[in-house]
């Protein structure tokens, strides 16, 4: 008898295990079940399709030939039945049923398994904010929404937009309104940073920046209290701190797993609502399988559970949980949380922990931040790229990258080897001896990946005195009050014009020149030290050091991340 396999969910995970499944097995009857009319669509390019850089929402379901994935694309092609438009109300664990409801007519109907898998997904929050019920609030999860947001912004109906929520969805919906629509858009946030537990709080400064410099407001640390409206439409949102006009909202403020059938089924979840699952995608009960948005897993870094509600990762545990319906033994051992995010000028992306997230970890961290060339220095369209390492003091081990930069896919190209060895739990030497693929278009001799690496060692063995831009923007903004010694290591060429903008705090003595002007240097005076990437801020600082001038602090990143940072030059 040809086994029966349900899957109740039809967007990332579900399509995925049930096309595993017939490949593997093509006698096998596999019915996808799913409550919307759409499946099978890409919902993280919605940004993309608001920007109108995606033209038409079905190239979001299409495939890369360009068949869109609908109920005949996979019972014609991949002979899958699909009901469209039902609910699954109940899972009978005893009898091995589901029980679908049609939302067309109300009737309800029971399918038998021999296999489940449950794809449920999640759904976005939506606090009880008074207000919350007016039209133009719309959050921006599925292809309805996207198209509801995307025909408000065509029908010139909006002049001012806010986004609530701060995260990747967020931020890359403000950009597309922002950005490309070119309508006033804010972003509150009701953390003190955007991208919290993401990007450490400098790298979030650098992308607030980024974004305020294309017109996009960033209300960070600010609290939605209630929305206004005229005539049942909202037109006002109202925080703790201001009053934002808005014709058009966009709740961005978290998603939650949509598990209520599978508790009520008895099946093991968390205190969130997460099922509980097994390396092999197996929840509590052996018959049935999950993944995707409605699961937790381990993180590979901290050990402990963890969520990672994205569609590449639900792709990969769909071929898992297809193997293992066949009687394989793939495994999913969990995830490091790789992300990226496009931004206005700059991107930013990362994996593993921030520094704020490991010391909350109980891991003893430290964190460096370098700047340096995505390519060859000599090379014509290099860019600067920020990047920053975490660190466990202790044991060297490798807990986490980010970075931000003007070029996405060069960024990518750093973040992602680090991430695959995260999980390994490499040590700075990894890193600094990470063989990275060498040409002048593509990367220096010695990439930005291994200086990184090799910054981590000269702070673990106390040779590099970092100041990070945080202390140093408060200290250059309280320069009247204390009483410090600015030394800027840069050639003349570079540093003497901001000695001659700062007579008497900005000092430009270049790297070279330290040893034989050393008495213009005071000795009962803290010395921060800066340059234009931090390399010569460094390397002067060992020449102080040499010289018996231990009170110093080297700036990260030099004058080119601090004026990323926005200090007030």
């Not at 973040?415 to 995260?422: F, S, T």
């Amino acid at each position: 008898m040809a086994k029966r396999i349900l899957v109740i969910g039809a967007v990332a995970l579900g399509p995925k295990a049930a096309s595993r499944c017939k490949r593997l097995m093509s006698d096998a009857e596999v019915t996808l079940i799913d409550q919307s009319s759409r499946i099978s669509y890409g919902g993280c390019g919605i940004p993309y399709f608001i920007s109108d850089e995606v033209k038409n929402v079905s190239e979001l379901q299409a495939t890369p030939y360009g068949a869109v994935r609908n109920e005949q694309f996979f019972e014609n092609h991949k002979d899958i039945k699909v009901l469209t438009n039902c609910r699954a109300t109940q899972i009978n664990r005893k009898e091995k049923t589901v029980t679908v409801q049609k939302l067309v007519d109300g009737s309800s109907s029971t399918l038998p398994y021999d296999s489940l898998v449950l794809a449920l997904g999640s759904s976005p929050n939506r606090p009880p904010i008074p207000g919350i019920e007016l039209q133009g609030i719309s959050a921006a999860t599925n292809l309805d929404e996207a198209e509801y947001i995307k025909n408000a912004l065509v029908g010139k109906g909006v002049s001012h937009a806010v986004v609530v929520g701060g995260g990747f969805i967020g931020l890359e919906l403000a950009v597309a309104i922002g950005e490309m629509w070119g309508i006033p858009t804010s972003v509150v946030e009701i953390a003190p940073q955007v991208l919290p537990n993401f990007l450490s709080p400098s790298f979030a400064r650098m992308a607030q920046q980024d974004l305020a410099s294309s017109g996009i407001a960033v209300y960070a640390d600010e609290k939605v209290l209630r929305f206004e409206g005229e005539n049942g439409r909202v037109n006002k949102v109202v925080t703790n701190k201001r009053e934002i006009p808005a014709e058009l909202v966009i709740m961005s403020a978290g998603v939650h797993p949509n598990t209520d059938i599978a508790k009520e089924a008895g099946l093991n979840v968390t205190e969130k609502g997460l099922l509980i699952v097994d390396e092999y995608m197996r929840t509590s009960d052996p018959d049935i399988y999950a993944g995707g948005d409605c699961v937790t897993i381990p993180n590979q870094v901290t050990g402990k559970p963890g969520w990672y509600p994205l569609g590449s990762m639900a792709n990969r545990q769909g071929r898992v949980i297809g193997t293992n319906i066949f009687g394989g033994n793939a495994r999913f051992n969990g995830a490091v949380g790789a992300w990226g995010v496009k931004l206005c000028a700059l991107n930013a992306a990362g994996a593993g922990l921030t520094l704020d997230v490991a010391l909350r970890e109980g891991f003893d961290a430290i964190s460096v931040q370098v700047v340096q060339a995505d390519r060859a220095h000599f090379f014509p369209s290099k860019a600067p790229m920020s990047m920053e390492l975490v660190v466990d003091r202790k044991t060297r081990r490798v807990l986490g990258v980010q970075g931000v930069s003007p070029a996405g896919d060069a960024l990518a190209a750093r973040v992602n080897p680090v991430a695959a060895l995260l999980s390994h739990k490499v040590d700075v030497e990894e890193i600094s001896n990470l063989e990275v693929l060498y040409s002048p278009p593509f990367a220096s001799a010695m990439d930005i990946i291994n200086t990184l690496g090799n910054a981590a060692d000269n702070v673990l063995s106390g040779s590099y005195k970092p100041m990070t831009l945080e202390e140093f923007d408060a200290a250059w903004a309280n320069r009247e009050k204390e009483d410090f010694y600015l030394l800027d290591a840069r050639p003349k060429t570079m540093g003497a014009a901001f000695a001659e903008k700062f007579p008497g705090r900005w000092n430009n003595i270049p790297q070279d020149e330290v040893t034989a002007r050393l008495a213009e240097i005071p000795a009962d005076k803290p010395i921060i030290i800066t340059c234009n990437t931090g390399l010569r801020a460094y390397e002067t600082q060992l020449v102080l050091t040499h010289a018996g001038r231990t009170n110093t602090k080297a700036v990260f990143g030099g004058v080119t991340a601090s004026a990323r940072y926005g200090t007030k030059f």
